[in-house]
């Protein structure tokens, strides 16, 4: 076998016949499988072991030779070579063909490649392969012409009239002679000539032949070997033969296939020997040609073949096609051992970086750990018996397993995985019980809840991978979500609401207007009863000695609550006190209105000072945050789990539960309701006058019902009480909104009817109150389509996820600097007056590509190729700079990646990115992992008649990246001018409207019904679009540059998924819209060696360029493509990839005529063949790291380890020595 990790590309190209001999162990000659009597193979079979090896290991057929000294004999009785039996896994077969038959994958597929060498249309060649018409080979002196086809009267007719001055023939033998006559360098200097004169569909016509022509002589393949004599025998054992109980045997299909190409093959041979007539062989050869095709792609052509019960029959592609192919099951994925799922439960205990992993899987996962432990500590002597004090729970077995599993970390996956936080490393800690236990504040990044979900866990063997999974994977150093860079490890629910509970603020509680020495008297006089947690009570700065107060602030006395002082304990020393929830207090300290003056008397003080607001969901976000920026991951992790072990104990202590009489009852709704429908009969009476449409009518109702449902939500806010619980879970963010409350205690308002359109009749009654029959049934529509919504958005966004990865898979962070002049100007994005994405979020961790200077000084805040933090990016902000110049991966130069300048920081880490990061793998998530949370459907724009729909959601994200020709598509201008005029025709129901530009005037007619954006006299610029709606991007690309339209694309999918509150970074959209306009189309070749018409990568078509100035000829034109990410995922340089993505046999075909190398660049091509990636630790640069041990004591880290086993192993020593 050879060394996966010693060739550095992989070829595919078509087989010669002698190539399939040389492969070939010896001929299959008869159909038979085995010997159902002794179980044997046959010889000469399709199992036959002479050819393909022994099936017992190292034992020949007839037991003359057993055991592995002889291995390599052959044996002279029964012809077996004595070797492993897992040879038979790999030794192939043959078929010697008594007729030539034609590979349907070149005769079949689109376009058919025999037809473009040979010229011949497929019609044409189906008929000569499957004997309806004979092919002329060889006109000789006669009118006739080559390659042409006559039927058999014509045959017969010319023969009688000829002789043998022609020679004319059938099938695939016909074919093999033509095509074994083509001259490939005189057909391409023919079509050479061709093309400089040829238009339209001719011209078309000569490209496809000329590429196809040149691929064949640059590869070396010979066309004549797309017609096979012999066929290749897959290994037995990947086509296994295996006994049922019942004593039937169940076998491959591609034994059944292979059994009717030999029966045939072998018919055709003794038809041949016996001479028989030429009708009956020309049948047998057509069966033969039949048989070959549904081996090798059965119902492609025709009716499949099939077996028991009219099933068809599984061919060679069907085993590499699909999601049950070889490539996705097998080879992008395999099952593999030391890995073991169950059901997760909660583990609140556990420190942020462990897991609960119960004792019957540690056992089963961490054997050979313990064999060999236990053979090291010498209690076995060999792994057998081992393996025996294992199954017999022993003791001792228990101690070794807690050794073995400390500091060696596990992976944890929960599937879906939609972004790479999905798998995370964590140190095992046994438990009791089935169920693996889960940290809480994992939840949000796994999306795992505790009501069942299952997850599956891996054990990392090798040194360097448990170095990874320490280093990289361990869930404490996931704080930040890649698509954002925001916190997504935040305190949920029950944490929530006991933070919340402690923070708050209330007047008159026992105590109030107390002055402590310090927190911990606070707490002593709170444990006795003195204070509340909500009371309001001073505390001298001076027992915070390192946090950092104003020297003006230091001695006075602060005013907080007692909840705020223990809140404040779990806080890193030095970090500032956090006394109220604004960003202000978080990055400037405390605001000097909590601190009493000289001699103030605090009651006094506390009689005026309003209540601070409590700390909701989003400000602990804000503190784990800031804390990460200042601390980074160690501190930050610790705090988390202070923050979630003070949640939970606090809302226990607050006992927060819901009742019925929480749901407080208002008085004002029968007055609002009874509004509402006197509102409801004026409208219909105005319709029934003929005054409004039905629409309007419509439109009006709901607008009035939804009015009086916010007026019962505003009412029931007002009334609300701060101490009533589910106000607690609702404004705390732990649990509900506004509307579930409403839902209890208003009403509930207009439902959806099964088609999606909004219902008139509106439910009056609350929960509380209890629905009415017909209202329940009305309210059930709506839970339905939820539900179904759901399912059908999971299965769309997992597959555009896909696409993405697909597309992306090989844009690595490969250099520092690419060096590029180029960048890209930024400013907000919005969409009218409404804000979708702010400057800052733009700039922040991202390289400027020209100084930033102040409008009004003219003063620089940041150099040129700088990298912006946040207080660059607020300073720009606050300066009033609308427009900065960044570095963009639009505009860089790395080929199959992007450089660290152009890409800026690593979102996850908050750091600059470094070489090695599979950063287009991480974009692909991003944009995809939400994808479940777009909305599915298409909404209209707000009901005025005439509007066009507008695509939201998922459908649209699809429209862009798949480049379709949007809905609701916009017309734009192709000149820079003013509108001339805009004249309406009521008659075809369209209008004109006439650009006049500086050179030319241009008209464009648009439907009557459409909402304008531009006014008569206004001036327009080339690209802007006349109309509201989509602008399609293949036309923006053709009027304006690529920068534009890549700009334009990038803005659009902003717009998607701000509009849905997602916010998601820039650089991953840049990415994937580079990605898709990477390509070129060459439209005049010049000097170069490229076609008219090619696809190619710019890089390419750059060099070629390059080459051709050098020598001093005249270059090629080509204009930019922009291809959809299906489409773009298949055109990759990479044929293992795209294989592997989809339409499997149409990639391989290509790619074997064209002899195609993968320069195995991507990560798919090198999980397919077993290779380790060419990101992260799989660099180049970091290739051949051996591990080494050294035993130097660690430093304590975030959590404290146990020392190494060296260390341990000295001390004993050192003990015994005392």
């Not at 509108?979 to 309406?984: D, H, L, N, V």
């Amino acid at each position: 076998m050879i060394d996966v990790n010693n060739f550095e590309s992989m070829e595919i190209g078509l087989a010669s016949p002698q190539k399939i001999r040389s492969w070939s162990f010896g001929e299959v000659k008869k159909p038979e499988t085995i010997n159902y009597r002794t179980l044997k193979p046959e010889k000469d079979g399709l199992f036959d072991e002479r050819i393909f090896g022994p099936t017992k290991d190292y034992e020949c057929a007839c037991g003359k030779y057993k055991r592995q000294r002889f291995k390599g004999r052959v044996c002279d009785r029964c012809g077996v070579e004595v070797t492993s039996s897992k040879v038979r896994r790999e030794r192939m077969g043959h078929i010697e063909l008594a007729a030539p038959v034609t590979h349907i994958w070149y005769f079949k597929g689109i376009p058919s490649r025999m037809g473009l060498v040979l010229d011949m249309s497929p019609r044409s060649l189906e008929e000569v392969i499957y004997f309806a018409s004979y092919v002329v080979l060889d006109a000789g002196d006669t009118p006739l012409e080559k390659k042409q086809l006559l039927s058999e009267p014509e045959y017969r007719e010319k023969k009688a009239e000829y002789g043998d001055r022609f020679q004319a023939q059938m099938g695939a033998e016909a074919l093999q002679k033509l095509l074994a006559d083509v001259d490939l360098e005189k057909e391409t200097a023919e079509l050479k000539a061709v093309l400089k004169e040829a238009t339209g569909q001719k011209r078309t016509r000569a490209v496809r032949r000329l590429d196809i022509l040149e691929a064949f002589l640059k590869s070396g393949n010979r066309p004549e070997w797309m017609v096979m004599d012999v066929l290749p025998v897959m290994p037995p054992d990947l086509r296994p033969m295996v006994q049922l109980e019942g004593g039937r045997f169940a076998t491959s299909d591609l034994n059944d296939l292979y059994r009717r190409v030999i029966n045939r093959n072998n018919r055709l041979k003794r038809l041949l020997d016996l001479n028989a007539p030429g009708i009956i062989v020309q049948n047998e050869k057509r069966m033969l040609q039949e048989a070959a095709d549904a081996l090798i792609d059965n119902g492609r052509r025709g009716r499949p073949v099939t077996g028991p019960g009219n099933r068809p029959l599984k061919s060679l592609s069907h085993l590499l096609k699909g999601k049950q192919g070889r490539f996705r099951q097998n080879l992008l994925g395999k099952r593999v051992d030391y890995s073991g799922r169950s059901v997760i439960d909660v583990g609140p205990s556990m420190k942020m970086n462990q897991m609960g992993l119960p004792v019957q899987m540690a056992m089963e996962l961490f054997k050979p750990f313990i064999i060999h432990e236990l053979t090291k500590r010498e209690l076995v002597n060999n792994p057998k018996a081992a393996r025996r004090m294992i199954d017999n729970r022993d003791e001792v077995v228990f101690d070794v397993l807690e050794d073995v599993i400390k500091e060696h970390p596990v992976l944890l996956n929960r599937a879906p995985t939609l972004h790479r936080l999905g798998i995370q490393a964590f140190e095992p800690i046994l438990v009791s019980g089935k169920a693996m236990r889960l940290h809480p504040l994992v939840c949000a990044a796994y999306n795992a809840d505790f009501d069942g979900d299952q997850m599956a866990i891996h054990v990392p063997l090798s040194d360097e991978a448990q170095a990874e999974a320490r280093l990289l994977m361990l869930a404490a150093h996931h704080i930040l979500s890649p698509r954002d860079g925001e916190p997504i490890v935040a305190p949920s629910q029950d944490m929530v609401i006991g933070n919340y509970y402690m923070t708050i603020e209330d007047k008159g509680r026992e105590g109030e207007g107390m002055i402590f020495k310090d927190m911990n008297e606070a707490i002593m006089a709170y444990k006795n009863g003195y204070v509340s947690l909500q009371t309001r009570v001073g505390v001298q700065t001076s027992a915070y000695p390192k946090k950092p107060f104003t020297d003006d602030q230091r001695n006075r006395v602060m005013v907080t609550s007692v909840g705020k002082l223990i809140f404040n304990n779990i806080m890193p020393e030095d970090y500032v006190y956090i006394n109220e929830p604004t960003m202000e207090n978080l990055t400037n300290g405390v605001p000097d209105r909590y601190f009493l003056d000289k001699g103030e008397d605090i009651n006094d003080y506390l009689e005026n000072a309003p209540l601070v607001a409590p700390f909701k969901v989003g400000f602990l976000s804000d503190i784990i945050a800031e804390v990460y920026k200042k601390y980074k991951v160690t501190i930050t992790s610790q705090l988390l789990d202070k923050m979630k072990d003070l949640g939970y104990y606090e809302s226990t202590i607050s006992g927060v539960t819901v009742g019925i009489v929480d749901v407080t009852d208002l008085k004002e709704k029968p007055e609002i309701i009874d509004e509402a429908h006197k509102q409801v009969a004026l409208i219909t009476k105005q319709f029934r006058r003929g005054l409004i449409t039905d629409n309007e009518r419509y439109e009006r109702v709901i607008g009035v019902w939804n009015d009086a449902k916010d007026e019962v939500q505003e009412k029931l806010v007002e009334h609300m009480d701060i101490h009533n619980p589910i106000n607690m879970m609702s404004d705390s963010g732990a649990r509900g909104n506004i509307s579930n409350f409403t839902q209890l205690a208003g009403m509930r308002g207009l439902m959806a009817s099964p088609s999606g359109k909004i219902m008139e009749l509106p439910i009056l009654s609350n929960f509380r109150e209890g629905l009415s029959v017909l209202e329940m049934f009305l309210s059930s529509h709506g839970a339905r389509k939820g539900m179904t919504d759901t399912a059908l958005k999971t299965a769309n966004s997992g597959y555009l996820t896909r696409r993405l990865v697909d597309v992306a898979q090989d844009v690595i962070v490969r250099e520092e600097d690419c060096g590029t002049d180029r960048g890209l100007d930024v400013t907000a994005i919005t969409n009218g007056d409404e804000m979708i994405e702010p400057l800052y979020d733009r700039i922040l961790g991202r390289y400027t590509m020209k100084s930033v200077f102040d409008p009004q000084t003219g003063e620089k805040i940041v150099g040129k190729n700088v990298l912006i933090d946040e207080a660059m990016a607020q300073e720009i902000v606050d300066a009033g700079v609308q427009k900065v110049t960044i570095r963009t991966a639009f505009t860089c130069n790395t080929d199959h990646g992007v450089c660290e300048r152009c890409y800026g920081r690593n979102a996850a880490t908050g750091d600059q990115v470094e070489a090695g990061e599979a950063i287009g793998t991480v974009a692909a998530q991003s944009i995809g992992e939400p994808g479940t949370q777009l909305t599915l459907r298409n909404f209209h724009t707000g009901g005025v008649a005439g509007d066009d729909d507008i695509t939201q959601g998922l459908p649209r994200i699809q429209e862009i990246v798949e480049s379709r020709n949007p809905k609701g598509k916009a017309v734009i201008s192709e000149v820079t001018g003013v509108i001339e005029s805009i004249e309406e025709n009521p008659a075809d129901q369209t209008k004109d409207v006439t650009v006049k530009g500086d050179a030319d005037t241009r008209t464009y007619t648009l439907p009557i019904t459409t909402r304008m954006r531009v006014g008569e006299g206004d001036e327009i610029r080339r690209g802007y679009a006349l109309n509201e709606g989509s602008i399609d991007p293949k036309e923006l690309i053709r009027v304006r540059d690529v920068l534009s339209t890549e700009t334009y694309m990038l803005a659009e999918i902003q717009k998607v998924y701000r509009m849905q509150g997602i916010d998601l970074l820039d650089k991953h959209v840049e990415i994937m819209v580079r990605q898709m306009i990477r390509k070129v189309r060459v439209m005049d070749p010049g000097d170069t060696d490229v076609l008219p018409g090619e696809l190619m990568d710019i890089s390419q078509f750059r060099d070629a360029n390059y080459q051709t100035l050098i020598s001093g000829g005249v270059p090629a034109t080509a204009r930019p493509v922009i291809l959809g990410i299906t489409k773009a995922a298949l055109e990759t340089n990479s044929f293992l990839s795209a294989a592997s993505f989809q339409e499997t046999t149409r990639v391989l075909t290509d790619a074997a005529i064209r002899g195609k190398n993968d320069p195995l660049v991507g990560l798919k091509e090198n999980v397919i063949i077993g290779k380790i990636i060419p990101a992260g630790t799989g660099m180049g640069t970091y290739r051949g790291i051996k591990p080494r041990e050294v035993s130097v004591e660690q430093p304590e880290t975030a959590y404290a380890t146990t020392p190494t086993a060296s260390i341990r192993e000295m001390e004993a020593e050192l003990n015994q020595e005392d």
